[in-house]
């Protein structure tokens, strides 16, 4: 485990940690000394390895399987977690779906559950922590966004909403809670190496990944793609006392992408 405890004696809760940028938030929070409850909803074995790997560093985590979305299962897990741990000082909510449908072929169906996953089950994790961190003095909450908040790409017309509205909702909620000493922020990833990126590429050929790969790593400043560490820093960082000022900000991690002139 590392030597920082920037999170000595905190509790931490990640959704969506049973991959990608999810797990590694979850591994670091626990490096950084806080006892981390890991949720996941589809992947139950995925979300019990992200446990186990915690436990492996000698680290404190419980596995609670929650779909973020249903309301019943969200009040599950915050009471479970103050149960286990006594209380919530840290909440990531990372969670997140999408498909890539043009918007006049997509279900009604596959709309809800991207709305549901993504903005309703942010904003549920959130409504049901405050109260366990008003009981703490204090807390942090971070909603994993996305460039696509601000960048248009075709097919992810309600991911790209969803991910637009969990900023909105970080800042508004921000001054709603500040008098709590709760502070509530959001991260913005552009391009990182998670199984999601890998779902994207699964169809293409040696050379077509090379030229994608390629083009993604030209469209930002710094030539390259991310790792889900990078994210994972960032959310330990806003989430200890040393980010104590800033609450309804969004940050960017995405080596300059949204920075980058496009020609």
């Given at each position: 485990m590392s030597d920082r405890y920037l999170l000595k004696?905190?509790?931490a809760l990640v959704t969506g940690a049973g991959a990608g940028i999810g797990r590694s938030s979850a591994i670091l929070l626990a490096r950084a000394g806080a006892s981390v409850v890991v949720c996941n909803d589809k992947n139950i074995e995925a979300g019990n390895e992200t446990m186990n790997i915690i436990k492996s560093e000698g680290g404190k985590s419980t596995f609670i399987r929650t779909d973020v979305s249903n309301n019943d299962e969200v009040k599950i897990l915050i009471s479970r977690t103050k149960e286990i741990y006594g209380g919530?000082?840290?909440?990531?909510?990372?969670?997140?779906?999408?498909?890539?449908v043009d918007l006049a072929e997509m279900a009604e169906p596959d709309i809800d559950r991207i709305l549901d996953v993504n903005l309703k089950g942010s904003i549920l994790c959130a409504k049901y922590a405050i109260p366990l961190m008003q009981e703490r003095g204090g807390g942090s909450i971070v909603f994993c966004s996305s460039v696509l908040n601000m960048i248009g790409f075709p097919q992810c017309v309600v991911y790209s909403a969803t991910k637009a509205g969990q900023i909105s909702a970080a800042r508004t909620l921000?001054?709603?809670?500040?008098?709590?000493?709760?502070?509530?922020?959001?991260?913005?990833p552009g391009t990182?190496?998670?199984?999601?990126?890998?779902?994207?590429?699964?169809?293409?050929?040696?050379?077509?990944?090379?030229?994608?790969?390629?083009?993604?790593?030209?469209?930002?400043?710094?030539?390259r793609i991310g790792e889900p560490e990078e994210v994972g820093n960032a959310?330990?960082?806003l989430s200890s006392s040393e980010a104590s000022y800033i609450t309804g900000a969004n940050l960017y991690i995405d080596g300059g992408f949204t920075?980058?002139?496009?020609?």
């Open positions: 004696d905190k509790v919530l000082d840290i909440l990531f909510c990372n969670a997140g779906i999408t498909n890539y921000a001054v709603e809670v500040g008098k709590y000493n709760i502070r509530v922020n959001s991260v913005s990182i190496n998670t199984p999601m990126l890998e779902r994207d590429m699964v169809d293409m050929n040696a050379d077509q990944v090379q030229e994608y790969t390629k083009k993604v790593c030209n469209a930002n400043a710094l030539g959310v330990v960082w920075a980058v002139k496009r020609i």
